[in-house]
């Protein structure tokens, strides 16, 4: 398969995950927050763009499991741990937090630069600044363990 073939298809698919995330009011944070605010002024309206991820990738991942390997790569990167950690549960702590303040997770902050404010390019910059903390804490750690499984080409 072509790297041109490939790079077309993540782009296109990108821009269908963006313009979802566009439609679905998964771009403005208030509605995010009002949505994760299930104490107090609780706002459902996403719980139909939860379902349908939810479904659509329940189904692409049952569809994948059965395949040898994808349509545009030679093999698939399945995660490797299967158990829950500290290390696991503190990063979707501190995921959630993010979340629950700011109303961006990666793929809408992403989606949203496109708008061009303020508080997105601040949290992508925060993000971006996150992970490489991360890549670097992995580094420091001296950790071996591979992120993913790769199955034989």
Not at 16 to 31: I, K, N, T
Not at 56 to 68: C, T
Not at 107 to 122: D, E, F, H, K, R
């Amino acid at each position: 398969m072509s790297a041109a073939l490939r790079i077309l298809a993540a782009l296109a698919s990108g821009l269908l995950f963006g313009l979802g995330l566009a439609l679905s009011g998964m771009l403005d944070p208030a509605r995010v927050r009002g949505f994760l605010d299930v104490a107090g002024a609780w706002d459902p309206s996403l719980v139909f763009v939860l379902g349908g991820a939810v479904t659509v990738s329940g189904l692409g991942y049952r569809l994948s499991r059965r395949r040898a390997r994808p349509v545009l790569a030679t093999r698939f990167d399945w995660p490797a741990k299967r158990r829950i950690d500290a290390p696991l549960v503190a990063g979707a702590a501190l995921f959630g937090i993010g979340w629950g303040l700011s109303g961006f997770c990666p793929g809408p902050a992403v989606a949203a630069l496109s708008t061009g404010a303020s508080p997105v390019l601040v949290f992508v910059a925060a993000m971006l600044a996150g992970m490489a903390l991360h890549d670097l804490g992995r580094g420091v750690a001296g950790r071996k363990d591979a992120p993913h499984e790769r199955a034989p080409a």
